[in-house]
C-alpha cells in the first residue's frame, strides 16, 4: 500500500500555476514540457501566449497575399476555397498556398453549399476516416459528399434524391446535426389543373455527423402547418415554421421524429418503404421521405414579429421587433418561458442612418447581448433570479464608442461685417467622414472582439479593432492596404495570427486579402 502523498509532493492543480511569468517563460517551459497534465492545459496556454505576442505593440498585420475570383469565396478553418469549393489554398503558412483542385465539373455537378465538420476528441469512430476533419459537400444534383479538406478525395457519398432539388447546408446542433433543405417547390398551372397535390412546400434532410448517420426526410406541407408557410430551419432541436404573416411558430424536431417517423433508414442497407424499393442513400432512390407529418404537432412558441426573431440567451431569452408600426427599429427581450417583457428591455438606439443597427446574442456563449449602431456598441447582460419568478432585467455590461469629434455637429460662419453665425448641420450617424463601425466578429480562442471601423477622407479607409471580449477595452488596432467601399459586402475574419478580408467588387468579381501576423523590425 503506497504511503499517502503531502500535499507539497502532489502535482499542482491547473489552476494553482502561478501566471506572473512572461511570455519568454511559458515558452521556455513549454518547451521543456513543463505544463499541467490537465486535459486542454497546454492548448490554452499556447494561446494565452499567442494573445500577447498579437497585442505587442512590436507586433503588425501585413498583407501577404491576394486573388481574385468570379465566383464567391469562401472561410473555414484556414482554408480558402475559390470556385465553388473546386480550388482550396491553406492560409496556415507564411504564404497561402494552393493544397488541390478538383476536375472541372459540369454545373449539375458543381457544389452549392458546404459545412466545414471538425473531428471529435471525446470518442473513437469506426473509421479512420471519420475521425478526420472533413469539408461536407452538396453537388447541384443532390449528391451530399464528405471530403478531405488536405486531398480533396471523397471520403463519402449519399445521394439524396432524384425528384428534390437540395440547396442549402445548415447546422441544427452545431457539430452534431445537420440538415439538407430543397429548394421552393412552385406548382405548374397544369398540375393544378390536372389535381396533383401541390401542398409541399420543401423538403429537409436530416443527419447526424460523426459518422454521418441518417435521422429522417420530412416535408413540409401547407396542409398541415397553413397555407402562409414561406420557410423553415432546423435549430438546437427546434423546427421553426415562418409565415407569411409575419408569424414564427417553433415545434419540437424530437417529438415530431416520434409521432411521424415510420422507419428507421440506414444509408447503404436496402430499403422497402411503401412498395418504393432499393438501396437507401444510391441512385436511383436516394432517400425517401420517413417523416411523414400528418396533423400539426403542438406549437411550443408562437410570435408575431416585424423583423427576425432570434433565440438564446442564458436562461433562454427571444429578440425581436412587434409588428406594430409604433415600434419600428426598437429591440425588445423577452423571456422565452412566458414571453414577459425584461426591465429594461426594449433597447432603442435612436439613430438616424442609412443602415439600421442590429442585434444578436453573442457568439461566446455567455448569454449576453451585442447591440451595434452606427458609432457605438453596447454589451448587455441578462441579469435573473434563478430561485424566483421575477422579471429578468437587461443591464449594460459595458459599451464601445466610435471616436468621433464632439464639434462637428455644428459650423461657425463669420459673416463680411464680422458677425459671427452658428448653424446647425444634421449629419447622419453613419456619415462617411466619421468613424462608423461596419462589422463585429468573436473570435473564440483569442477571446478577442474583432471591430471593423471606416473613415472615408480621399478614400475608403478601414481598421480592425482588437478589443477585450470582457470589457471592451480596445487592445490593437490594424489599418487595412485596401479600401472598404460599404455599398458591398464584405467578410473580414481574424483566426489566431491571420486575417482575412474577403469583399465583393464591381461587376460581381470577389477578392481575398490575407494579413499575417510579424514582427515590426521584419516587416519589409
Partial sequence: MCPKQTPSQQRPLARKLRSSKNVCHHMDFRSKGLFSNDAGCGFRRNLGVLREILLNDDTIFK???????????????????????????????????????????????????????????????????????????????????????????????????????????????????????????????LARQAGLDVSVLMHLAVFQVFPL???????????????????????????VVSHSTKCVRLYSFERIIHMFRTKELVVGEPCDLSGTQGIVGEPPLGIPVNIHITEAPPVLFEVTYHEGIQIGGNPFHFIYTPSQKKHRGTHHICSLKDGTLAKNGVQDMNCCSLESD???????????????????????????????????EIARDFSITAQRDQNSASQVTVTSSGRTVKRRVHQLDDDPEHETFRMVEYEDELDLLTVVVTRREESGEAAVCLHDNNNGTMM?????????????????????????????????????????????????
Fill in 476 to 524: 490593437k488596432r490594424i489599418l487595412l492596404q485596401e479600401s472598404w467601399d460599404e455599398t458591398y459586402s464584405h467578410q473580414l475574419i481574424l483566426d489566431r495570427d491571420t486575417i482575412v478580408h474577403i469583399e465583393q467588387g464591381k461587376n460581381n468579381n470577389f477578392c481575398c486579402h490575407v494579413y499575417k501576423m510579424t514582427p515590426r523590425h521584419i516587416k519589409e
Fill in 213 to 239: 448517420k441518417l435521422i429522417g426526410v420530412l416535408e413540409i406541407s401547407k396542409q398541415v402547418f397553413g397555407n402562409t408557410v414561406v420557410d423553415v430551419a432546423l435549430s438546437q432541436g427546434v423546427l
Fill in 358 to 392: 442590429w442585434i444578436l446574442f453573442h457568439p461566446d456563449q455567455s448569454g449576453r447581448i451585442i447591440h451595434v449602431g452606427p458609432n457605438i456598441i453596447n454589451v448587455l447582460k441578462i441579469l435573473t433570479e434563478w430561485d424566483g419568478d421575477n422579471q429578468s
Fill in 63 to 189: 498583407e501577404v497575399w491576394t486573388k481574385m475570383s468570379k465566383s464567391p469565396i469562401s472561410y473555414e478553418s484556414g482554408r480558402l476555397y475559390f470556385e465553388n469549393y473546386r480550388c482550396c489554398y491553406t492560409s496556415q503558412q507564411a504564404k497561402p498556398r494552393l493544397m488541390y483542385e478538383l476536375p472541372k465539373c459540369s454545373k449539375a455537378e458543381k457544389i452549392e453549399d458546404a459545412l466545414f465538420l471538425q473531428s471529435p476528441l471525446e470518442r473513437t469512430l469506426p473509421s479512420s476516416s471519420d475521425q478526420q476533419p472533413s469539408l461536407l459537400a452538396l453537388s447541384a444534383n443532390s449528391w451530399l459528399c464528405r471530403i478531405s479538406p488536405d486531398t480533396g478525395d471523397v471520403l463519402q457519398r449519399v445521394y439524396l434524391s432524384p425528384q428534390h432539388k437540395f440547396r442549402y447546408l445548415s447546422w441544427d446542433d452545431s457539430q452534431e446535426t445537420i440538415y439538407a433543405k430543397s429548394i421552393q417547390k412552385k406548382p405548374s398551372a
